[in-house]
C-alpha cells in the first residue's frame, strides 16, 4: 500500500537557521502531497500542499516541491524562528486513503 | 478556524467497557475521518464516512465501528476496550475525498483516551 517516510526527530536548530525535513513517499498514480504542522495540545494544521508533479507549495515562509522523479516532497524554511516549534507531518492523499509519516519534531531555540 | 468539535477531550476507561467518541461538525462537509495518533507511527486511518449511513475501513479498523446518521455526526465506538486501544483520538473533515484542489482535511482538538 502508500506510505510516507519522513526523517526522524527531533531536529534542534538555532534561531534563523536553515531546516530541512526530508519525506518520501510510494503511492500508484498520481496522490496529492501535504504538510501538516501540530502545536502543543492541538489537531493537525495544513501547511502546504501540491497537487501534481513539479508544483510547489509555500506558507509562512516554508516551501516544499512536488518531485515526481525522486518521489519526494521534502520541506524546507530559509530561516526558522522559535514560533516554528512544533511537529510537521508529511502526508500524501490517494484515492480516499490518506496516509501520514511518523511526525518530525522540531525545536528552534533563542 | 473549521467548526469541528469532539467529545470527550479525555477519558479514562477500563479494559472491556465500550466506549463512544463523538465528532460534530459544522460545516456541511460531506467526508469525515477518525485518525489515532501513537508516537513513531503518525496519524493512522481508523475509519472513514463519504456521507450519511456510508463508511469505510482505514488502515487500522479492527476493533473500532463507526456511525453516522447524520451529516453533522460521526461517531467512534470501541465496542470493548483494550489497552492497545490507549491513544489520542483525531476526527477530520474534507469537502471532497478524491484527488484535487478540495481535499484539504480540517481536524478537530482530538481526544486523549486512557484504557488501563
Known amino acids: 500500500g502508500d506510505s510516507v517516510t519522513q526523517m526522524e526527530g527531533p531536529v534542534t536548530l538555532s534561531e534563523e537557521a536553515f531546516l530541512t525535513i526530508n519525506c518520501t513517499y510510494t503511492?500508484?498514480?498520481?496522490?496529492?502531497l501535504f504538510w501538516y504542522v501540530q502545536y502543543p495540545g492541538e489537531g493537525l494544521q495544513l501547511l502546504l500542499k501540491a497537487t501534481k508533479a513539479d508544483d510547489k507549495g509555500s506558507n509562512k515562509g516554508f516551501e516544499a516541491t512536488y518531485r515526481k522523479e525522486t518521489t519526494s516532497f521534502h520541506l524546507e524554511k530559509g530561516s526558522v524562528q522559535v514560533s516554528d516549534s512544533a511537529v510537521y507531518f508529511c502526508?500524501?492523499?490517494?484515492?480516499?486513503?490518506?496516509?501520514f509519516g511518523a511526525g518530525t519534531r522540531l525545536t528552534v531555540k533563542p | 478556524d473549521a467548526g469541528i468539535t469532539q467529545s470527550p477531550r479525555h477519558k479514562v476507561t477500563e479494559t472491556g467497557t465500550p466506549v463512544t467518541l463523538r465528532c460534530h461538525q459544522t460545516?456541511?462537509?460531506?467526508?469525515m475521518y477518525w485518525y489515532r495518533q501513537d508516537p513513531g507511527h503518525g496519524l493512522r486511518l481508523i475509519h472513514y464516512?463519504?456521507?450519511?449511513?456510508?463508511?469505510d475501513k482505514g488502515e487500522v479498523s479492527d476493533g473500532y465501528s463507526v456511525s453516522r446518521s447524520k451529516t453533522e455526526d460521526f461517531l467512534l465506538t470501541l465496542e470493548s476496550a483494550t489497552s492497545s486501544q490507549t491513544s489520542v483520538y483525531f476526527c477530520a473533515i474534507s469537502e471532497s475525498g478524491t484527488s484535487g484542489n478540495l481535499n484539504e482535511q480540517f481536524f478537530g482538538p482530538g481526544t486523549r483516551l486512557t484504557v488501563l
Open positions: 503511492a500508484t498514480g498520481y496522490p496529492s
Open positions: 464516512s463519504y456521507g450519511v449511513k456510508d463508511t
Open positions: 460545516e456541511n462537509h460531506r467526508y
Open positions: 502526508a500524501l492523499h490517494n484515492n480516499n486513503d490518506m496516509r
